[in-house]
Protein backbone atom coordinates (compact mmCIF):
# COMPACT_ATOMS: atom_id res chain seq x y z
CA UNK A 1 0.00 0.00 0.00
CA UNK A 2 2.95 2.57 0.68
CA UNK A 3 4.54 1.62 -2.30
CA UNK A 4 1.56 2.55 -4.35
CA UNK A 5 1.04 6.04 -2.85
CA UNK A 6 4.60 6.75 -2.48
CA UNK A 7 4.40 5.99 -6.83
CA UNK A 8 1.45 8.25 -7.48
CA UNK A 9 2.98 11.08 -5.19
CA UNK A 10 6.17 10.54 -7.74
CA UNK A 11 4.06 10.53 -10.81
CA UNK A 12 1.91 13.54 -9.50
CA UNK A 13 5.22 15.51 -9.28
CA UNK A 14 6.26 14.31 -12.48
CA UNK A 15 3.59 15.48 -14.15
CA UNK A 16 3.36 18.90 -12.22
CA UNK A 17 7.09 19.36 -13.06
CA UNK A 18 6.18 18.44 -16.91
CA UNK A 19 3.62 21.35 -16.97
CA UNK A 20 5.87 24.16 -15.42
CA UNK A 21 7.37 27.03 -18.06
CA UNK A 22 10.71 27.25 -16.93
CA UNK A 23 11.71 29.28 -20.07
CA UNK A 24 13.83 31.42 -20.45
CA UNK A 25 11.43 34.18 -21.36
CA UNK A 26 9.45 33.17 -18.40
CA UNK A 27 12.27 33.44 -15.67
CA UNK A 28 12.99 36.94 -17.33
CA UNK A 29 9.54 37.92 -16.94
CA UNK A 30 9.32 37.10 -13.44
CA UNK A 31 12.50 38.48 -12.97
CA UNK A 32 11.51 41.93 -14.06
CA UNK A 33 8.42 41.49 -12.22
CA UNK A 34 9.85 40.71 -8.93
CA UNK A 35 12.10 43.51 -8.92
CA UNK A 36 9.23 46.14 -10.12
CA UNK A 37 7.44 44.82 -7.56
CA UNK A 38 9.86 45.46 -4.73
CA UNK A 39 10.68 48.84 -5.79
CA UNK A 40 6.81 50.04 -6.20
CA UNK A 41 5.97 48.35 -2.61
CA UNK A 42 9.06 50.03 -1.21
CA UNK A 43 8.79 53.53 -2.55
CA UNK A 44 4.95 53.73 -1.68
CA UNK A 45 5.65 52.45 1.72
CA UNK A 46 8.38 55.68 1.92
CA UNK A 47 6.88 58.36 -0.29
CA UNK A 48 3.13 57.59 -0.12
CA UNK A 49 3.68 57.32 -4.20
CA UNK A 50 3.51 55.04 -7.28
CA UNK A 51 6.07 56.44 -9.95
CA UNK A 52 4.10 56.62 -13.33
CA UNK A 53 7.14 55.69 -14.76
CA UNK A 54 7.45 52.42 -12.99
CA UNK A 55 3.73 51.56 -13.28
CA UNK A 56 3.13 51.90 -16.84
CA UNK A 57 6.92 50.40 -17.67
CA UNK A 58 5.53 47.36 -15.20
CA UNK A 59 2.05 47.43 -17.76
CA UNK A 60 3.91 47.32 -20.81
CA UNK A 61 6.01 44.76 -20.06
CA UNK A 62 2.77 42.90 -18.58
CA UNK A 63 1.26 43.34 -22.11
CA UNK A 64 4.34 42.06 -23.36
CA UNK A 65 4.57 39.00 -21.57
CA UNK A 66 0.85 38.45 -22.23
CA UNK A 67 1.48 38.96 -26.08
CA UNK A 68 4.55 36.27 -26.05
CA UNK A 69 2.64 33.74 -23.81
CA UNK A 70 -0.65 34.00 -26.16
CA UNK A 71 -2.18 36.04 -23.69
CA UNK A 72 -2.33 39.26 -25.06
CA UNK A 73 -6.15 39.61 -24.91
CA UNK A 74 -6.63 38.26 -20.99
CA UNK A 75 -4.10 40.71 -20.43
CA UNK A 76 -5.34 43.59 -21.91
CA UNK A 77 -9.00 43.27 -20.47
CA UNK A 78 -7.11 42.68 -16.64
CA UNK A 79 -5.16 46.29 -17.48
CA UNK A 80 -8.76 47.57 -18.58
CA UNK A 81 -10.79 45.98 -15.94
CA UNK A 82 -8.37 46.31 -13.58
CA UNK A 83 -7.71 50.01 -13.74
CA UNK A 84 -11.34 50.93 -13.79
CA UNK A 85 -12.24 48.75 -10.64
CA UNK A 86 -10.15 50.61 -8.50
CA UNK A 87 -10.52 54.21 -10.45
CA UNK A 88 -14.75 53.71 -9.69
CA UNK A 89 -13.76 52.61 -5.92
CA UNK A 90 -11.84 55.82 -5.48
CA UNK A 91 -14.58 58.04 -7.40
CA UNK A 92 -17.92 56.98 -5.85
CA UNK A 93 -16.04 56.86 -2.56
CA UNK A 94 -15.26 60.32 -2.60
CA UNK A 95 -19.00 61.59 -3.90
CA UNK A 96 -20.23 59.60 -1.10
CA UNK A 97 -17.78 60.69 1.98
CA UNK A 98 -16.25 63.70 0.16
CA UNK A 99 -12.77 62.51 0.79
CA UNK A 100 -10.07 60.32 -0.88
CA UNK A 101 -9.34 56.66 0.09
CA UNK A 102 -7.78 54.91 -3.04
CA UNK A 103 -5.44 56.34 -4.77
CA UNK A 104 -4.55 56.87 -8.32
CA UNK A 105 -1.11 55.46 -8.19
CA UNK A 106 -2.82 51.90 -6.46
CA UNK A 107 -5.53 51.93 -9.53
CA UNK A 108 -2.07 52.11 -11.98
CA UNK A 109 -0.95 49.33 -10.08
CA UNK A 110 -3.85 46.93 -9.98
CA UNK A 111 -3.93 47.78 -14.17
CA UNK A 112 -0.42 46.26 -14.57
CA UNK A 113 -1.57 43.07 -12.28
CA UNK A 114 -4.21 42.74 -14.80
CA UNK A 115 -1.62 42.78 -17.18
CA UNK A 116 0.44 40.13 -16.09
CA UNK A 117 -2.08 38.12 -14.32
CA UNK A 118 -5.01 38.67 -17.04
CA UNK A 119 -8.65 39.41 -15.54
CA UNK A 120 -8.81 36.11 -13.86
CA UNK A 121 -6.30 36.59 -11.55
CA UNK A 122 -7.98 40.02 -10.50
CA UNK A 123 -10.14 38.62 -7.90
CA UNK A 124 -6.91 36.80 -6.36
CA UNK A 125 -4.90 39.79 -6.71
CA UNK A 126 -7.02 42.00 -4.32
CA UNK A 127 -7.96 39.18 -1.91
CA UNK A 128 -4.37 38.91 -0.95
CA UNK A 129 -3.83 42.59 -1.00
CA UNK A 130 -6.67 43.44 1.49
CA UNK A 131 -5.86 39.93 2.94
CA UNK A 132 -2.15 40.57 4.00
CA UNK A 133 -2.61 44.42 4.37
CA UNK A 134 -5.37 43.45 6.92
CA UNK A 135 -3.00 41.28 9.07
CA UNK A 136 0.08 43.85 8.42
CA UNK A 137 -2.44 46.69 10.28
CA UNK A 138 -3.29 44.42 12.56
CA UNK A 139 0.43 43.24 13.53
CA UNK A 140 2.47 46.38 12.50
CA UNK A 141 -0.09 49.43 13.05
CA UNK A 142 2.31 51.83 14.48
CA UNK A 143 5.24 51.24 11.62
CA UNK A 144 2.46 51.74 8.91
CA UNK A 145 0.45 54.48 9.99
CA UNK A 146 1.58 57.76 8.78
CA UNK A 147 1.18 60.86 9.96
CA UNK A 148 -1.74 62.05 8.01
CA UNK A 149 -3.66 58.41 8.89
CA UNK A 150 -3.31 56.83 5.62
CA UNK A 151 -1.81 53.34 5.23
CA UNK A 152 0.20 52.38 2.03
CA UNK A 153 -1.75 50.26 0.10
CA UNK A 154 0.79 49.54 -3.14
CA UNK A 155 3.16 47.19 -0.81
CA UNK A 156 0.30 44.90 -0.66
CA UNK A 157 -0.44 45.22 -3.86
CA UNK A 158 2.52 44.49 -5.21
CA UNK A 159 3.23 41.30 -2.87
CA UNK A 160 0.05 40.20 -4.25
CA UNK A 161 0.63 40.66 -7.98
CA UNK A 162 3.35 38.61 -7.66
CA UNK A 163 2.06 35.68 -5.64
CA UNK A 164 -0.38 35.90 -8.30
CA UNK A 165 1.53 35.80 -11.47
CA UNK A 166 3.88 32.96 -9.36
CA UNK A 167 1.12 31.07 -8.98
CA UNK A 168 -1.15 31.41 -12.40
CA UNK A 169 2.55 30.55 -14.58
CA UNK A 170 4.10 27.88 -12.38
CA UNK A 171 0.96 26.05 -10.17
CA UNK A 172 -2.43 26.21 -12.19
Known amino acids: MGYISSMSCLLLAKRSIKHMEFSLITIASGFILVLFSMALGWIDYRTHRLPNKLTFSLMLVGL??????????????????????????EYFYKIIKNKEAIGRGDAKLLAAGGAWCGWIGLPYIILIASSTGLLAVLFFKKNLLKSNGHIPFGPFLAFAITMVWISSTYIW
Open 64 to 89: LNGYITNKAIESFIGLALGYLIFFSL
